[in-house]
């Protein structure tokens, strides 16, 4: 006895493990977009915050002086991480942007594979709802032909059993 296979659900999105990201699956792309997400959180905006804080703070209370008041070396970072930061960020979006289309072609595809199987389905139960149909008919048709079938036999059987009964009660024949 075969068991039966079960079903996949992720063969719909295996139709796309072949597409290569836009920017590739090497090590680059993958830490650029780590990197670029990394951005956002709360760790890092902690991190940039107290660095600059205690750049400033040194700076100013003149603990040291590598960066005087109007901060110009801590301007150039800004700008070099603003200038890294930038392209990382859409490296990102590109990245999420090319997974997300082809989820969603995947998604299609699987509604209308469901869609095809649904109507499958309504054909097969219109055509079992009518093969009922034909076999209550005749079920119906070879009930009537039984119930005919059984008066016959009832009334050749009490045509048989009236000629039977007059045959014992008739005279003997002389010859």
Do not use: C
Request: neutral net charge; hydrophobic residues 50%.
């Amino acid at each position: 006895m075969n068991s039966p296979k079960a079903p996949d659900h992720l063969r719909f999105h295996r139709a796309h493990a072949h597409l290569a990201s836009v920017f590739g699956n090497d090590r680059f792309a993958l830490r650029a977009e780590a990197f670029a997400r990394f951005f956002g959180t709360p760790l890092f905006l902690g991190a940039q915050t107290a660095i600059v804080l205690s750049w400033i703070a040194l700076n100013v209370a003149g603990i040291t002086q590598f960066d005087a008041y109007p901060f110009i070396l801590l301007n150039l970072a800004f700008s070099l991480q603003a200038a890294y930061a930038a392209p990382l960020i859409l490296l990102a979006q590109t990245r999420q942007a090319a997974r997300d289309k082809a989820h969603a072609e995947a998604d299609a595809q699987h509604r209308e594979a469901l869609a095809m199987a649904n109507e499958q389905r309504l054909d097969i139960a219109a055509h079992s709802s009518q093969l009922l149909l034909d076999l209550l008919q005749r079920n119906t048709e070879l009930t009537a032909r039984t119930a005919q079938l059984s008066e016959r036999i009832e009334s050749l059987t009490v045509e048989l059993h009236q000629r039977w009964v007059q045959a014992d009660q008739a005279p003997p024949s002389t010859t």
